[in-house]
């Protein structure tokens, strides 16, 4: 037992010298080459910098029209980046496609936008990229007056009763509510010819929806939005069931099937009065594909905590989602659907979180590459330690070269303090142990001198002829 104990004890003491015996060389490393590895690392931060630049601290993010859902949650938006000490400036536009096409412009400041799916075709937009679905955007059909059977609304041979005498607003063109109402009325084969379509934006829709200057309109926002709640509250409105939403979500892909149960959108006038079926599209958060990670990071953390709340037709957590998602997905987002944001960020603020990642990922590769690679130029370290030790041999060499052709007895003591100072400069270089024969033979040579002036008979005072060429 006392021999394995001993054992065990001499395999740690080994593995403590060998531990510290690396560090000193590491180091020494650091000591002899440091001006070389601040040059490399000023290098490569110059390279780094210019590469990949720090996030910018003001973003420009397109939303909607006023009164729209995308306009409340850019607001939301922009606190959270506030927080996080970033500007997020949000400007209206008059829909997706005017976002879509400012995205699109290399010149144009805009970085981000909301954009529903199924209103960009893929392969008629680049430089764009996607973030994830956000969240639903329900399509609504509103209408006041007399309640109408929903016979009324089917479309028989490209006709349909309710459409045929009525003013029906479908969005402004170029906004998402216009895309997909257009999609939804193209699906049933509706013949608009001689029909009174409108193209209202949702805030003048619900307007002139509550005055009676029109009988019905379509509108794409979420539950939340303020225009949707006006209506909602208004006991005059009547909302449409799609009763063929499955058949929809075949024809539309991107679709979604949300269920409205009886009254859940008012118990004591229970409204619905039945339970309703509606098809949504979601919503999508498109970026500039030049976006600095960080900030696409920013943004998904963001789309997270705000998004990723339980709301009436969402499960907690379930936005953001690559669902439905026709554009390029965002390496970025990919990778944090997979690991979320990067672990620092939880316990430091931001630009400081950032500024250490970046740090990190020079550092890191610096430190792996550099270290090896400076120690395997040809002879770098042992060519620094012959120099020392040489250097010293030759001051030792030329102190003899002096005792022998200039030597005074008298000056003994003043020749023996040049030895010491000689010595001594001689204990304070550092070798690696493999130079160690090579260091003391460096202390040898200067003792065999001291003890050549400590002689009663002096070799630099010897009297008889010497053959020059010796």
Known sequence: MASFKQSVHETFLGLAETAQEKWADFTQFLQEAWPLLVFLLMVLMGIWWYA???????????TGSPGGSYEVLGKKYAEFFAKKGVILELTPTNGAQENLSRLSDRDDPVQAAFVQA????????????????IGYDPIWFFY?????????????????????????????????????????????????????????????????LKKGEIDGAFI????????????????????VTFKRA????????????LKVPEGSFGLERNFPSEDLKLVATTTNLLIDDRMHPAIQFLFL???????????????????????????????????YEK?????????????L???????????????????????????FRTRRMYNKINRLYGELKTFEQDLLTNYDHAKRDEYLKRLDLLEYQALNVTVSKRLAGDYYSLRTSIDYVRNCLNRGVHPYQYDAGVDPDL
């Open 301 to 335: 953390e963001a789309a997270r905590e705000i998004n990723g709340r339980e709301s009436f037709f969402t499960k907690r957590g379930e936005f953001p989602s690559f669902k439905d998602s026709l554009l390029p997905e965002s390496p970025v987002a990919v990778h």
């Open 353 to 379: 979180a950032e500024f250490i990642s970046r740090l990190i990922f020079v550092l890191l590769p610096f430190c792996v590459l550099a270290y090896p690679a400076l120690q395997a130029l040809p002879s």
């Open 144 to 208: 006041t007056g007399p309640e109408v059977q929903y016979s009324d609304f089917e479309v028989v041979r490209g006709h349909s009763k309710f459409f045929a005498n009525r003013k029906i607003s479908i969005g402004i063109e170029g906004s998402g509510t216009h895309a997909q109402s257009t999609q939804i009325l193209k699906a049933t084969g509706l013949d608009r010819t001689n029909l009174q379509f409108l193209n209202l934006p949702g805030e003048r829709a619900v307007e002139a």
């Open 118 to 133: 199924g209103v960009a075709h893929p392969k008629s937009v680049s430089g764009i990229q996607s973030l994830g679905a």
């Open 220 to 239: 794409v926002d979420s539950y939340e939005a303020p225009n949707i709640q006006t209506l909602l509250a208004d006991p005059k409105m009547h909302l």
């Open 52 to 62: 990949d630049p720090p996030p910018p601290r003001h973003v420009l993010m397109a």
């Open 246 to 257: 499955e058949a929809f979500t075949k024809i539309i892909p991107y679709l979604q099937i």
């Open 339 to 351: 690991n979320r944001y990067p672990l620092i960020s939880t316990y430091f603020p931001f630009w």
